[in-house]
């Protein structure tokens, strides 16, 4: 039995991590700040004696003994994570100082999620782990790609100075149920506004691209990248690489929801990134053949009755 902690394990990714490595017969810490996480999404592992659940801000010291750590603590969404910029920044760099100064002292293996979102607004298509990427360090992304890109950098620092085992994954765009329905992200937002037969959001033209992933592959391949060989850090791609633009998938939940819901054009945020695809050879060959599993409709399909229920 191996002591996992896992930071922002009472959201949306972290609760699907935390009951997956419950399961699999681990202990699991799960500290939270509750920002944009519920204790609702791991009410249901609360019974289990192997799981703890502690209110604690990473961005503050925290002292425990574990094997191996998930560093996921930070909004995701860009309504959230631009709610607070500052306190963005603090939650991906100090918190990762503080995870990566934990995980020294114990010997720990870390693991950070980053994000594709360090790509910027990409013009090599599909993104490779080679490229450096195109971001706004001034734009309103930059308190998440510029912090995540920093937790980037202390990793690899951490690693070469300090021996400490690292992996860094680069997550793309991912959808499931325990997503919050204001949540922001597109997903959600589509799927909350067809069951309500209220207007689809669409911002911009609608041609701008994303490749969703169903959030049951995304776990999947976290546990495996933790399990590879120490010499293996990444960065390594995690996502699904079928792409589609907010139009297709606007009219694919209008579909799947039997809605009446129309499509209303909104302002596209700035710096909005217009192509998102993920290069995932590097993922499969080094995680056993990792792909992911679920397609788009099949992954809607289950967020939708989640969705049903929560509304
Ligand atoms: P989420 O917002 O549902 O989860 C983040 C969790 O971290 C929440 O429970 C929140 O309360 C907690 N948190 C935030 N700041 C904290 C702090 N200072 N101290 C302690 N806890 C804090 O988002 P998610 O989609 O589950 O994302 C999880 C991780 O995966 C994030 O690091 C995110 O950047 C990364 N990621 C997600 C996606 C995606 O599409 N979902 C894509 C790329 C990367
Ligand atoms: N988007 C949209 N309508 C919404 C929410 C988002 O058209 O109600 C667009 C957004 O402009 C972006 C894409 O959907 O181009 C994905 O947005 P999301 O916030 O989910 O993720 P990210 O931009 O961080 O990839």
Redesign the pocket.
């Known amino acids: 039995m191996k002591k996992i902690l896992v930071t922002g394990g009472a959201g949306f990714i972290g609760s699907h991590l935390c009951e997956r490595l419950l399961n699999e017969g681990n202990e699991v810490i799960c500290v939270d700040n509750f920002f944009t996480g519920a204790k609702s999404n791991v009410v249901h592992l609360l019974d289990n004696p192997y799981f703890e659940l502690i209110r604690h801000d990473i961005t503050m010291p925290f002292y425990v003994e574990a094997d191996e750590i998930y560093n996921l603590a930070c909004p995701a ?2 309504v959230h994570y631009q709610f607070n910029p500052i306190k963005t920044i603090k939650t991906s760099v100090m918190g990762a100082v503080n995870m990566l100064g934990l995980a020294k002292r114990i010997k720990a293996k870390i693991l950070q999620a980053s994000t594709s ?1 360090v790509y910027g607004d990409p013009d090599v298509h599909p993104q490779t782990e080679s490229y450096w990427g195109n971001v706004n360090p001034i734009g309103s992304r930059s308190c998440y790609d510029e912090g995540k890109r920093c937790a980037e950098s202390l990793f690899i620092n951490y690693h070469k100075q300090n021996n400490v085992k690292i992996k860094i994954v680069r997550i793309f ?1 991912t959808y499931g149920p325990r997503m919050l329905p204001n949540d ?4 959600s ?2 799927i909350v506004q067809a069951l309500q037969n209220k207007p689809i ?4 033209d ?1 041609k ?1 691209t ?1 490749s969703f992933q169903y959030v049951d592959d995304l776990i999947e391949a976290l546990i495996r990248m933790m399990n590879t060989d120490n010499k293996i850090i990444g960065p390594v791609n995690i996502g699904n690489p079928e792409e589609f633009n ?1 139009l297709e998938l606007a009219d694919k939940i209008i579909s799947l929801t039997d809605s009446k819901s129309k499509i209303e054009y ?1 302002e ?2 700035e710096d ?2 217009i192509q ?1 695809k993920p290069d995932i050879s590097l993922a499969k060959e080094l995680l056993n053949n990792w792909e992911p599993k679920t397609n788009l409709t099949q992954g809607l399909v289950k967020t939708i009755d989640y969705f049903k229920k929560v509304l």
């Open positions: 969404s860009p979102e765009n922001g992200r597109v997903i937002n589509f959001t669409i911002y911009g609608g701008q994303r907010m909104q596209l945020p909005d990134p998102r």
